[in-house]
T-cell receptor, first 116, second 113 residues
Framework: DQQVKQNSPSLSVQEGRISILNCDYT??????FLWYKKYPAEGPTFLIS?????DKNEDGRFTVFLNKSAKHLSLHIVPSQPGDSAVYFC???????????????FGQGTILTVHP | ETGVTQTPRHLVMGMTNKKSLKCEQH?????MYWYKQSAKKPLELMFV???????ENNSVPSRFSPECPNSSHLFLHLHTLQPEDSALYLC????????????FGQGTRLTVV
């Protein structure tokens, strides 16, 4: 049973427009959520995170929104750039329970392509 | 070097071989992890080490044997693997088991023939 789901395998966006990547989770114990970006032949790179006590976190062009009641989070990239083309992974952890912070449950990933 | 470094980047091994994957982190972190990514599947946690002690084994078969001699180095010893063990193996580290985000290495692409 997959506890973190990214239902869109791919997303194609024009340069300068907004990219919205979605993620759903089922485990109510998750209280910390992260987005990672992965280029081919490289490991995932940490992008942005959000704690369950917040509903929004912003870092430059990247904003993550959390809707706890819907168990849904999204990553907004504005404006999108060709260099943003990569696989984006949503991940979740249950930190309040004292679990290891590196114990992450990942979604399957969404391939983002930003066209010039 | 900085960050998390994994060697080798690619490995092809037979089912009767014994090989080891190596991970080294230069971030001063105290927790290290092994993850596995099989084709068309999400990354799955395999092992967690905190201050060199294994704190989690996520029901991994014994043909995978981790070793953490110190907080900077992590190994994954492989023996009598199966073709279905072919995957991308990723090492990660974090400041502590309850501190900081996890940073990943580039991974080792393993093919078992």
């Amino acid at each position: 049973d997959q506890q973190v789901k990214q239902n869109s395998p791919s997303l194609s966006v024009q340069e300068g427009r907004i990219s919205i990547l979605n993620c759903d989770y089922t485990n109510s114990m998750f209280d910390y959520f992260l987005w990672y970006k992965k280029y081919p032949a490289e490991g995932p790179t940490f992008l942005i995170s959000i704690s369950s006590i917040k509903d929004k976190n912003e870092d430059g062009r990247f904003t993550v929104f959390l809707n706890k009641s819907a168990k849904h989070l999204s990553l907004h990239i504005v404006p999108s750039q060709p260099g943003d083309s990569a696989v984006y992974f949503c991940a979740a952890s249950a930190r309040a329970g004292g679990t290891s912070y590196g114990k992450l449950t990942f979604g399957q990933g969404t391939i983002l392509t930003v066209h010039p | 070097e900085t960050g998390v470094t994994q060697t080798p980047r690619h490995l092809v091994m037979g089912m009767t071989n014994k090989k080891s994957l190596k991970c080294e982190q230069h971030l001063g972190h105290n927790a290290m992890y092994w993850y596995k990514q099989s084709a068309k599947k999400p990354l799955e946690l395999m092992f967690v080490y905190n201050f060199k002690e294994q704190t989690e084994n996520n029901s991994v078969p014994s043909r995978f044997s981790p070793e953490c001699p110190n907080s900077s180095h992590l190994f994954l010893h492989l023996h009598t693997l199966q073709p279905e063990d072919s995957a991308l193996y990723l090492c990660a580290s974090s400041q502590g088991s309850t501190q900081g985000e996890a940073f990943f290495g580039q991974g080792t692409r393993l093919t078992v023939v």
